[in-house]
Every structure is written in C-alpha cells, then in structure tokens.
C-alpha cells in the first residue's frame, strides 16, 4: 500500500504562498491597506525563498539569480535615471529600500519573474525558441495587469499616468536574453509551485484591478 504524504516541502511551499497572497487581498480591501501594503517586500521575499527551494540548488541557480538580480536591477535604475528603456517612471516607498531611487526588491522581482515563467513553458513546449517567446508573453502579460493597479498601492508611477508601449517592449527587450539563458541553463523542477505562485500573482492584480475605484488608498 502506497503512503501518500501530505506535507511535503512543496505541499507546505502551496499553503504559504496561498496563504501569503489571500490575506494580502482580504487585507488590502477589507482590512488596514497600508499595513498590508508595507509586508509586501516581506511578502515577495518569502516567496522568492520558497521558489529556490522548490528548484535544484546548484552552482546554475545560483548563477541564474545572480544574473537575474544584477541585469534587471541595472535595467532598473537605467530606466529611472534615463527614461528610454521602460519610459519615465519613478518608484515609491512600499517595495522598501532603495539603490540609486531603485528597490533593491525589483532585482528578485525580474528573478521571479524569469524563473516562475520559465518553468511553466517547460511543461508546454519542448523547442528553446517557444519557450523563450511564450515565456516573454507570460511576463508581458503579468506586467500588463501589475500597471494599474502599481501607482495606487505606491509600488511605481509614469510621468504620463499609465506606462507606455515602450514600457513592454523594455520589458521584452530585457526578458529575452534572460529567458534565453535560462532555458539553455536547464534547471530542474516539476513546474507545479512556479505554475502556482504566477496564477497567485496574476490573481492578486486582477482582483485589486476590479476593486481599483473601491480601494480608498
């Protein structure tokens, strides 16, 4: 007879990130909003941590989110200071401390981004090239629904009021040889905890989107 157990590391990984996200939602819209707002960059850390320990830990994760971090952090602080990769924008106070007007919590966000959709394409597609550009689609299209709703909670806001087409082909133009490497890297994982942490990402921003006139923040 085969034991089934329950709580494994990747069962325990769910119920948190589940957990982490619901009650930042419930919290937002019922609840105090800026206290929930603040545990965002703590939010967002447990998850990144959660995520690498649902993945191989070698020598090509660590370099993975090295290179993640460190290129979409100077993609970052490129498009502050110089406005033509993203458009002109600045960054508020709820993703935490800053390096040159940056938060150092947008490295990890390019890292869970790159990662997240990279393992989800690996279930659906076996060419690098389809990987590559489904996996830029995926993050277009969380980015897509993360624009509206960004100002409102002081995560960033464009000079114009809404990000541009410029924003997403930055976006594109920065993804394209993340996600290229990643998929020639190889990492392993069942694809199961990225597959969830990105539908909870895009849960998350669709539901405050719906509630964005309702949200009195």
């Given amino acids: 007879?085969?034991?089934?157990?329950?709580?494994?590391?990747?069962?325990?990984?769910?119920?948190?990130?589940?957990?982490?996200?619901?009650?930042?939602?419930?919290?937002?819209?019922?609840?105090?909003?800026?206290?929930?707002?603040?545990?965002?960059?703590?939010?967002?850390?447990?998850?990144?941590?959660?995520?690498?320990?649902?993945?191989?830990?070698?020598?090509?994760?660590?370099?993975?989110?090295?290179?993640?971090?460190?290129?979409?952090?100077?993609?970052?602080?490129?498009?502050?200071?110089?406005?033509?990769?993203?458009?002109?924008?600045?960054?508020?106070?709820?993703?935490?401390?800053?390096?040159?007007?940056?938060?150092?919590?947008?490295?990890?966000v390019w890292c869970i981004l790159v990662f997240i959709t990279g393992f989800i394409v690996q279930l659906f597609f076996e060419t690098t090239w389809a990987r590559i550009i489904v996996g830029i689609g995926l993050m277009l299209f969380l980015d897509l629904v993360m624009e509206p709703v960004a100002p409102i909670l002081d995560f960033w806001s464009f000079e114009s009021g809404l990000a541009s087409f410029n924003n997403y082909i930055g976006w594109a133009v920065i993804a394209f040889p993340l996600q290229f490497i990643f998929h020639k890297v190889k990492l392993h994982t069942d694809g199961s905890f990225a597959f969830h942490l990105y539908f909870l990402q895009f849960l998350f921003f669709t539901i405050l989107l719906l509630k964005i006139n309702t949200l009195g923040i």
Avoid at 71 to 77: F, N, R, T, W
Avoid at 79 to 99: D, M, R, S
């Fill in 1 to 108: 007879m085969t034991q089934i157990k329950i709580f494994t590391n990747q069962n325990i990984s769910l119920g948190l990130i589940w957990l982490f996200h619901v009650s930042g939602i419930i919290g937002i819209i019922y609840s105090d909003a800026s206290w929930f707002i603040k545990a965002t960059p703590l939010n967002l850390m447990l998850s990144f941590i959660l995520l690498l320990l649902n993945i191989e830990r070698s020598k090509k994760t660590l370099f993975l989110v090295l290179l993640c971090f460190f290129v979409g952090m100077l993609a970052e602080i490129i498009g502050v200071k110089y406005g033509f990769i993203f458009g002109k924008y600045n960054y508020g106070e709820a993703l935490g401390p800053k390096f040159m007007q940056v938060p150092f919590m947008m490295g990890i």
